[in-house]
């Protein structure tokens, strides 16, 4: 990565249960609703020519009794006693190693190359909170529209965008959402992303999309298996529920369609949209959530539902598909990350 270094140079001369054999959520768009299943950044001034009093400056042949004349000792002549002139290893006055002249490393006017609390990738976010269990993590609700406003401010390097992504998302150049809103909510999750955007949200934040548990993609052709799908795990409980709060449906319990809500809801606002784990929270309805389990014909797995979906659609074992450049009112992603 190249920086834009601000240089600010001073001289001084003055001084991050199950229910086996579901239907195809693709297969049942019109059930959810028309379009398809929920998807609804003049000298020295002491009286002599020169300074104080000494024809070049303060007795010495330089000036000050050191070979480049600013009494610091050191041969670079900026007053700071560093060996570069600035006070910090990199020469640019900001006390840090990366020499863009800001005071923080995460606030320069670079490109980002790395995850966020790195040199110009910005801050990380201050949530979702992801919930320990075990083998893995995952983030306690879906991630909020202000989470992901972080990351839109950061510029990344257009180079880097091939280490940031992965094969199937070459046509990004660009994370911002279908009318993403100016000012997004802090409590409302994100939607109108597409697999890539999540994709790169949670890598940037230091986590994961959630796919297999250890790392990497899920089968797209096990829709239901808790011993190694990360979010499919999480939301029965290990395999023992169907929704995420019990085996039968509750309409009232998640933002789905029968709770009547009809739009987004805050994220973890429902208490008894809780599980399958303790602090867990919105595994059915709100957004439907991607996943990383694709096929060859970049078609990935998003679970949960949304607050379009009914009860048979907003299942932990739901299985829909959509193209990985899919964008909707409806839908929404979470983060998985390694213990």
Same mark, same amino acid.
Request: no cysteine; proline share 7%; charged share 20%.
């Given at each position: 990565m190249q920086l834009n270094p601000r240089t600010t140079l001073l001289i001084l $001369?003055? @001084?991050g249960f199950a229910i086996f054999g579901c239907t195809d959520d693709g297969a049942q768009t019109q059930a959810d609703d028309e379009v398809g299943d929920g998807d609804g950044d003049t000298t020295g001034g002491d009286g002599e020519p020169t300074g104080d009093g000494e024809p070049t400056g303060d007795g010495e042949p330089t000036g000050d009794g050191e070979p480049t004349g600013d009494g610091d000792g050191e041969p670079t002549g900026d007053g700071d006693g560093e060996p570069? %002139?600035?006070?910090? *290893?990199t020469g640019d %006055?900001? @006390? =840090? *190693?990366?020499?863009d002249g800001d005071p923080s490393e995460t606030t320069g006017d670079g490109l980002c190359e790395s995850s966020c609390g790195g040199v110009d990738c910005g801050d990380c976010p201050n949530g979702p909170v992801a919930v320990d269990l075990g083998e893995y993590r995952i983030d306690a609700t879906e991630v909020t529209a202000a989470a992901y406003g972080q990351f839109l401010q950061v510029e990344f390097d257009p180079s880097y965008f091939t280490e940031l992504l992965p094969p199937g998302c070459e046509f990004k150049t660009d994370f911002t959402p279908t009318d993403f809103p100016a000012n997004p909510p802090e409590t409302i999750p994100v939607a109108n992303v597409d697999w890539c955007d999540a994709w790169a949200y949670c890598k940037w934040a230091g986590k994961r999309l959630c796919g297999a548990i250890g790392g990497g993609p899920a089968p797209l052709n096990e829709v239901q298996n808790p011993a190694t799908n990360e979010w499919y795990r999480a939301c029965t409980g290990g395999? $023992?529920? /169907?929704y995420p709060y019990g085996l039968m449906y509750s309409p009232t319990a998640c933002n789905t369609a029968d709770s009547g809500w009809m739009t987004?809801?805050?994220?973890?606002g429902l208490p008894n949209c809780e599980g399958g784990f303790s602090g867990v929270f919105d595994m059915s309805g709100n957004v439907w959530e991607w996943t990383n389990a694709c096929n =060859?014909? /970049?078609e990935c797995r998003r679970r949960g539902g949304s607050y379009f979906s009914n009860a048979p659609n907003s299942r932990c074992g739901i299985d829909s598909v959509r193209g990985r450049d899919f964008r909707d009112k409806s839908q929404g992603f979470r983060c998985c990350a390694d213990n």
């Open positions: $001369i003055t @001084g570069t %002139g600035d006070g910090d *290893p %006055g900001d @006390g =840090e *190693p990366s020499g395999g $023992i529920a /169907n987004l809801t805050d994220v973890g =060859e014909q /970049n």
